[in-house]
């Protein structure tokens, strides 16, 4: 099963949209997919229409359900471990549990039917996202096209480095994904270069799209609400570019990891501390994405 953590310090950066719209394209191809809402907001449980559930990832951290008995249909290949207000204190009680960040791992070993688990995030440096991102095997950060969203995925990438210094693991930011790009606008375009500075790969835009912002309060993903938008067109794209991307290398040993080339960026205390990059292209060179 590929990890995927959906992350960011800003809130309102397309993070929640990218997971469910992302998902629902991956089990549109036929993989099997686990939404994991870590946000207590629990925007994942309503964008997919569902109703409010009687139990939630703050039962099986606790250790009152499994995996399994809270996990929800959602669609086809789609599936939902929901959260709740409750995961607040959920959390509180993490914070005495003895290695905490190891939490995850333990509960969700018997997960082994899904191809893929994508992890929605709160833009908080909560408890609960650090446990998202050394859980996870594969970053993904949203950045919307505002020079504030381009600061705080610098300020983010740092923060990587400390939780990697912290944790003694490495933390691979896969994808960078630019959202809510808007040709009309000259700051979409100013961001789009700067971010191919940053460092790890950057996935063609996400365009801006009222449909995408529409679908979930119908509770519908943007492939029931709006197949043919550009919304739909853009996160089929990035399906495709996640699925076809090279496997990574599996290795949680931290200290083998130092030398060893990846296929994102690798971020942790290295050598000279910086980022090792082995950039793919993406094929973004300033496109207009105008046409529909
Ligand atoms: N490409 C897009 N075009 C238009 N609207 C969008 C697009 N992507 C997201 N939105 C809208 O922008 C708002 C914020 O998006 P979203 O909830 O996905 O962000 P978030 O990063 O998860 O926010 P939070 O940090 O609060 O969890 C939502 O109303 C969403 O519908
Ligand atoms: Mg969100």
């Not at 990218?18 to 997919?33: F, P």
């Not at 995850?104 to 994508?118: A, G």
């Not at 801006?208 to 679908?215: F, G, K, P």
């Not at 030398?259 to 960026?265: A, F, K, S, W």
Request: include cysteine; proline fraction near 5%.
């Amino acid at each position: 099963m590929r990890k995927i953590a959906i992350v960011g310090f800003k809130g309102g950066i397309g993070k929640t949209t990218t997971c469910i719209s992302l998902g629902a394209a991956l089990a549109l191809r036929g993989h099997k997919v686990l939404l994991l809402d870590t946000d207590t907001q629990a925007n994942l449980t309503v964008a997919l229409g569902l109703p409010q559930p009687k139990k939630s990832l703050a039962d099986v951290l606790v250790k009152k359900a499994m995996p399994e008995e809270v996990i929800l249909s959602a669609r086809k290949n789609l599936d939902l471990l929901p959260s709740s207000l409750s995961l607040f204190k959920a959390q509180q009680r993490m914070v005495f549990e003895m290695a905490r960040e190891e939490i995850f791992e333990e509960i969700f070993s018997n997960l082994t039917c899904y191809d893929y688990m994508v992890i929605d995030c709160a833009p908080s440096l909560s408890l609960l996202t650090v446990n998202s991102i050394v859980y996870a095997d594969e970053i993904f950060i949203p950045v919307s096209m505002e020079m504030l969203a381009l600061t705080g995925a610098e300020q983010f990438i740092e923060y990587l480095k400390e939780v990697a210094r912290v944790m003694e693991r490495g933390a691979d930011i896969r994808l960078i994904i630019p959202t809510m790009y808007d040709p009309r606008r000259r700051v979409s375009d100013k961001v789009m270069q700067l971010l191919g500075k940053l460092g790890p790969r950057v996935t063609q835009p996400i365009r801006v799209d009222t449909m995408l912002s529409e679908a979930p309060g119908e509770g519908q993903t943007i492939y029931e609400y709006a197949p043919r938008s550009r919304g739909a067109i853009d996160y089929a794209r990035l399906a495709e570019t996640v699925a076809t991307l090279p496997p990574l290398e599996k290795t949680n040993n931290y200290h083998s990891q130092l030398n060893q080339p990846t296929n994102g960026v690798k971020v942790k205390e290295g050598i000279n501390d910086t980022h090792h990059l082995s950039r793919q292209s993406e094929g973004w060179g300033g496109q207009n994405y105008n046409n529909n």
